[in-house]
């Protein structure tokens, strides 16, 4: 065993520009800076943690400094090589500026510019973080950085280039570090495990690669890590990796999805607490399935040819998810995404994770009855409004009804004339006579009544509509029952001691009810929250189905006249030819049958949609 041991990622760093990974264009630049003789006086390198800012700025400066001369391939033996290499502070000087951020800190470097070096070419400062300095200490350095002495070069390394200030980065030339792709990430930690003797398989490098965000030192410490678990019998896999991170397998997650796809909760839940007894974190078992989310929406919209480092699976778990998509449409997905979402900002706010997690997994597993259920509710609200619905995602079940267009129909002039056969029924001639369908729906039609207020479950509805949290509104529609809603009182029975507690007076989610009923009345009314009593039910009875006494009743349907037509004084006589073409087109012409019923109390463009697709109402 050694007695120092040293970190693979220190162990590994590069010592020459070739041997930086990616960041083919900085290379570039700096190649021909240093071939050309054509040095700045400062440079910013900039980007995401990881990526070798600071490791370029040791080579750029052995570069400079190497005794064989001003060269691309640092000797890395001199000892101006190795005091860069061990960081030793003679002529190149790294400095933490997060912990030297004060203007007494950078009045000393400005002090210190004007000494020569004591061996070297350049007296290189290379600043780390320097988004951490202070104004103060970027208005110090502003002029020593815009005009150093000839033998000074300042290198300022960042994560952060927008807190920088504008004035220090018009001073010094710019190079943005990119995130290293996941490809070269793991052909270099296949490079250090061969050199290690690390056994590991190729798929447990590339999810370290994809997990490390671009960022080769976080790829490198996480092989370091797993070398522990080095056998020589077992490669390093997968679940190695799964289980040190503390992420679901890939099963897990597939039995969770299948679940709440078949809308089957009690096995969602069953397999959520298998999960959760594992020691996952509520906020990480969230996190996971969103991420599978992801990974399940891009297959369904672009198809299993996708790329593996598109959806970071390997082509059987490819297969097998593709597989589990077939019984789910893409906006599905997309509202679970959305939930999903949604619930992990609510478990960082909460006190009970445990709980939330439960009830969004439950909220999830009934996908196919609350996605169409929200999106029947915005069409019938659009549609009794009068608004136009915007069709966002079309299905079998919100495809916009085809326009019907009414009949054209002909009514034969009726002349003057006499009538040879006077055993003419006389029902004939009066059924010519009846008004046509153009001339009873071209008169006013009068639209059905709205829904009353007092009405019960209709306030209910619209009082859950009005909740703004999401998860919110679901723990309502499930726990809580309604007693009394009026524009002076509302009064909700939560029986669940837990949520009559949040959504109680002094509960954290009370006020999502009291702006609810604002919403609805206006004003801010009184609103109770208590827990269920003896004479709830038959005041929710007596609510429901009476109605108030002012409510008019159901208008008759607009082509129901008690006297339809009135007579003229001077009926016009017609030949018997004429009563018959107007018998044969009064019977191609058939008037709409009344509605009845239930459909009395819809709007006439609501009746129209459930004629036309053979709907019903459902309670």
């Known amino acids: 065993m050694e007695k120092n041991y040293i970190p693979l990622y220190r162990k590994y760093r590069p010592q020459a520009i070739e041997q930086i990974v990616g960041q083919q264009h900085i290379k570039k630049a700096l190649a021909n800076a240093i071939e050309t003789d054509r040095i700045s006086h400062a440079y910013l390198f900039t980007g995401p943690r990881g990526t070798g800012k600071t490791s370029t700025a040791r080579i750029f400066a052995k570069s400079l400094n190497c005794e064989i001369g001003m060269t691309l391939s640092p000797c890395n033996e001199c000892e101006n090589c190795k005091n860069i290499t061990n960081s030793i502070p003679i002529d190149v000087i790294e400095i933490d500026a997060a912990s030297n951020r004060s203007v007494n800190d950078a009045d000393d470097i400005i002090q210190k510019v004007a000494l020569a070096p004591v061996r070297s070419r350049y007296k290189i400062y290379i600043i780390d973080e320097v988004h951490m300095l202070t104004n103060q200490a970027f208005n110090a350095l502003l002029k020593t950085l815009e005009e150093p002495p000839k033998n000074v070069i300042f290198i300022l390394a960042t994560t952060e280039v927008h807190k920088v200030l504008d004035t220090i980065k018009s001073r010094c030339q710019r190079f943005d570090f990119k995130r290293i792709t996941t ?22 490098l590339n999810l370290i690669a994809q997990n490390s965000a671009g960022g080769m030192r976080d790829s490198i410490a996480l092989l370091d890590q797993l070398s522990v678990l080095n056998s020589a019998r077992e490669a390093i896999s997968v679940d190695d990796i799964n289980n040190l991170l503390g992420r679901l397998s890939f099963d897990s997650l597939t039995s969770l ?82 939930k999903c979402a949604d619930y992990i900002k609510e478990l960082k706010l909460t006190t009970n994770p445990k709980l939330w997690l439960d009830v969004s997994v439950l909220d999830m ?176 009875k007596e609510a429901s189905n009476g109605n108030s006494d002012d409510e008019a009743p159901a208008p008759a349907p607009a082509h129901v006249k008690e006297n339809p037509v009135k007579k003229p004084k001077k009926e016009p006589e017609m030949t018997v030819q004429e009563v018959k073409e107007v018998v044969e087109i009064k019977q191609q012409t058939t008037l709409a049958k009344p509605k009845t019923g239930e459909a009395m109390f819809h709007s006439d463009t609501v009746n129209n949609v459930m004629d036309i697709f053979e709907g019903k109402f459902i309670e």
């Not at 056969?421 to 369908?437: C, F, I």
Request: glycine share 4%.
């Open 183 to 204: 490809d070269d990430i793991a052909k270099h930690l296949r490079y250090i495990s061969d050199c290690e003797g690390i056994n590991i398989t190729d798929e447990a």
């Open 257 to 338: 999805f299948s679940a709440i796809a078949a809308s089957n909760q009690n096995d969602a839940l069953n397999i959520l607490n298998d999960i959760y007894n594992q020691g996952n974190e509520p906020t990480q078992i969230l996190s996971n399935l969103l991420e599978y989310l992801r990974n399940a929406l891009i297959l369904k919209t672009v198809g299993a040819e996708v790329s593996n480092t598109v959806v970071q699976l390997n082509e059987e778990q490819v297969k097998k998810l593709s597989e589990c998509l077939k019984s789910v449409e893409t906006h599905q997905i997309v509202s679970l995404i959305e």
């Open 365 to 540: 597993a009934n996908l196919t009855e609350n996605t169409k259920l929200e999106d029947l509710q915005k069409r019938l609200v659009a549609l009794e409004s009068g608004e136009g619905v915007k069709m966002v995602n079309v299905s079998a079940y919100n495809t916009p009804p085809a326009p019907v267009k009414k009949p054209e129909v002909m009514r034969p002039t009726i002349k003057p004339a006499v009538v040879e056969n006077a055993a003419a029924p006389a029902t004939k001639v009066a059924s010519a006579l009846a008004p046509t369908e153009e001339e009873v729906l071209s008169e006013p039609v009068p639209l059905s009544k709205p829904a009353q207020t007092n009405n019960l479950k209709a306030s209910w509805v619209n009082l859950l509509e009005n909740v703004s949290s999401f998860p919110s509104r679901a723990i309502l529609k499930q726990q809580a029952l309604p007693v009394k809603i009026s524009p002076d009182e509302v009064v909700i029975s939560i029986k669940n001691p837990s949520w009559l507690k949040q959504f109680g007076q002094d509960g954290s989610k009370h006020n999502f009810i009291v702006d609810a009923v604002k919403s609805m009345y206006g004003n801010a009314n009184k609103v109770i929250v208590r827990a269920p009593e003896s004479g709830d039910d038959a005041i929710r």
